[in-house]
């Protein structure tokens, strides 16, 4: 059985996310279910108000959400 292979906007989408994931753990266990939640909120967000072949806007999502996540990780 083979698992359905994902293009490569879906790794980086899925990349992102775990990266959210992974960065909740670094931060103090009060902001921990927000951000999750956050960041679980805008991933289906933008799953909901995109077609899969509307590549440029896809591309800018994940710009904008590495942009925050690295806003996301600094100390302050």
């Known amino acids: 059985m083979n698992p359905r292979k994902l293009s490569g906007l879906q790794r980086d989408a899925l990349r992102l996310y775990r990266d959210c ?12 279910a927000r951000f999750q939640a956050f960041a679980r909120h805008e ?7 995109l077609r899969r072949t ?22 302050n």
């Open 54 to 75: 509307d590549v440029k806007a896809i591309e800018h999502l994940l710009r904008v959400g590495r942009r925050r996540l690295e806003q996301y990780q600094s100390p």
């Open 43 to 49: 991933f289906e967000k933008n799953i909901a108000s």
């Open 21 to 32: 994931l992974r960065a909740v753990e670094k931060k103090p266990e009060a902001s921990r």
